[in-house]
């Protein structure tokens, strides 16, 4: 005798679901409908007093056929009364665009620009040489040899290439890129080119005093030329693909009325389910076999259609719990946002951690101050100074990118200053955390910092 958790294929499909975001969810249950044929999309509502009760009513065509599991014996509270999306608000629409590969934007070029069949020969095979970044790999040797022409050719059409739309594309190197781009923009100089030749790795270091000194100028004058540098494009290619543009759809909005905060959980992406009364016939005088199948059929659809109403049951009581938890946030905005555990928000809503887990997980809410994360609510604490209460790291994050954004650029605080700076304003942390959260923001050091 021995006890284990079993997790039967409905279980699971139930957590996956829980994870899903709404945009994912309305795919995959357009998957489903395929799939089943008991499935269909529920018709909207009309005032249509001849309407047939029993398509009206899905609950009660499905207790027809078969017991609801116990594993959601909550039934539906009156919570989900107020769980309601209102059909009139327009969803953000799913634009289509079709964009133009990099390769097709410089064979386009390449046909305005050349004539010579032979030239458009070379053309066609260096564009395909050119790699998703705008870079040419392979040598003009090897180009030559695989055409069958000379280096001088092959050269002299890559030379063409080069001035094509984006700027530097068809460089062989970094150097060469930035020395397009340079030439192409007009922003040519001695020191920019002996800087992009020469000194790009103490640039990527911020050591503007040591390439002064060897090039026999100011720092000033370093500091200038690299501020032009860097705004060149490294990757002149990668402003073109054929991946489609993604778009964060809210899966909740929380709005402020009366003073109160409503909850909307925003699925009018997700289409409503409900079941073919037509297989309700046809399983009363089926034979056996037709009546099993269809009712492994049946149970999965009601399955299906339990899990996505628990699944927009559990998003309302945990964006419940967190207002209530972070009702600070909601009043103020992100700069009062506490440290908060998901073990804290389980146990509000009497439900396991890695539930609360699943539920935020690509998640998004819509709130009075902006878009945000559901994960984003969760944050570690820092001990304050006095030792009185804790101090959220996303606020100690939004603190140092203060202190960095209002500091002076000719001195720029070093992590040790700004540790000092956080503790006199209540948060105890140390250097080496105030350089690990400096990081995460992609901040970089004061020396990278400095302006001369």
Not at 138 to 161: K, M, P, Q, W, Y
Request: include cysteine.
């Amino acid at each position: 005798m021995n006890q284990k958790l079993m997790m039967t294929p409905e279980l699971r499909q139930a957590i996956a679901i829980l994870q899903l975001s709404a945009l994912e969810l309305s795919d995959m249950i357009e998957q489903e409908i395929i799939e089943n044929p008991v499935l269909e999309i529920a018709e909207k509502e009309v005032d249509d007093p001849e309407a047939d009760p029993v398509n009206e009513n899905p609950k009660e065509q499905l207790d027809d056929y078969l017991n609801w599991d116990d594993y959601f014996n909550q039934g539906i509270d009156k919570k989900s009364e107020y769980m309601v999306v209102d059909d009139e608000k327009t969803t953000v629409e799913k634009f289509v665009k079709n964009n133009v590969s990099l390769h097709e934007h410089l064979e386009f070029q390449l046909h305005l620009a050349v004539r010579d069949e032979a030239a458009k020969r070379i053309g066609h095979y260096l564009i395909g040489c050119i790699d998703e970044n705008g870079y040419l790999c392979g040598t003009l040797s090897e180009a030559a040899d695989t055409l069958g022409t000379n280096e001088d050719r092959v050269l002299e059409v890559l030379n063409l290439i080069q001035t094509f739309d984006p700027m530097g594309v068809g460089a062989r190197d970094l150097q060469e890129c930035l020395l397009l781009q340079c030439q192409q923009k007009g922003t040519y100089t001695t020191l920019v080119e002996d800087i992009i030749c020469h000194y790009l790795p103490e640039v990527a270091a911020g050591k503007y005093k040591a390439i002064a000194e060897k090039l026999n100028c100011s720092p000033q004058e370093i500091q200038q030329a690299v501020d032009v540098i860097r705004t060149f494009d490294p990757k002149p290619g990668r402003a073109f693909g054929n991946d489609q543009c993604s778009y964060i759809v809210a899966d909740m909005t929380v709005e402020r009325v009366n003073g109160k905060y409503v909850i909307t959980v925003n699925d009018t992406s997700v289409p409503k389910l409900t079941i073919n009364p037509y297989y309700r016939r046809v399983a009363v005088d089926a034979d056996s076999e037709s009546k099993k199948f269809i009712e492994g059929r049946l149970n999965s659809a009601v399955w299906l259609i339990k899990s996505i109403e628990q699944r927009r049951r559990t998003l309302y009581n945990v964006m419940e719990a967190i207002i209530e938890l972070q009702q600070d946030f909601f009043d103020k905005g992100a700069k009062f946002l506490r440290p908060l555990v998901m073990k804290k928000v389980a146990e509000k809503i009497e439900v396991h951690e890695s539930t609360v887990s699943r539920a935020i997980a690509n998640k998004y809410v819509d709130t009075p101050h902006g878009l945000v994360s559901l994960r984003s609510f969760f944050s570690t604490a820092v001990q304050s100074s006095d030792g009185s209460q804790d101090v959220s790291a996303t606020k100690v994050k939004q603190k140092i990118k203060e202190l960095i954004n209002t500091e002076d650029s000719s001195d720029p605080f070093s992590d040790q200053a700004l540790s000092e700076i956080l503790c006199q304003h209540g948060m105890k942390i140390s250097r080496r955390t105030v350089a690990k959260y400096r990081e995460e923001q992609n901040i970089p050091s004061s020396a990278k910092r400095k302006r001369y």
